[in-house]
């Protein structure tokens, strides 16, 4: 008997590493207050979403998650 913690399959999990360097790659000084950039930021993340098998109906709350979490990270990132 195999035993998962989600109902999404093993496979199908979104590599970290790629959305934190495509976002970090794309965020500018002021991203947070320029929506045509959030938005870029927004299409870049749906895309590695979408090409790695991630549920459509998730795809908007994921998203959102990661722009949120970029904001917390994008002070360190400035510095670094």
Do not use: C
Request: without cysteine; charged residues 25%; positive net charge.
């Amino acid at each position: 008997m195999v035993m998962r913690t989600s109902s999404f399959p093993v496979q199908r999990v979104v590599p970290v590493w790629q959305l934190v360097a495509t976002v970090r790659v794309n965020v500018t000084i002021d991203w947070t207050m320029r929506e045509n950039v959030r938005a870029h930021l927004r299409v870049l993340v749906k895309r590695i979403l979408r090409k790695n098998g991630y549920p459509p109906d998730k795809q908007e709350q994921a998203t959102r998650t990661v722009l949120e979490q970029a904001e917390a990270l994008s002070q360190e990132w400035a510095v670094a």
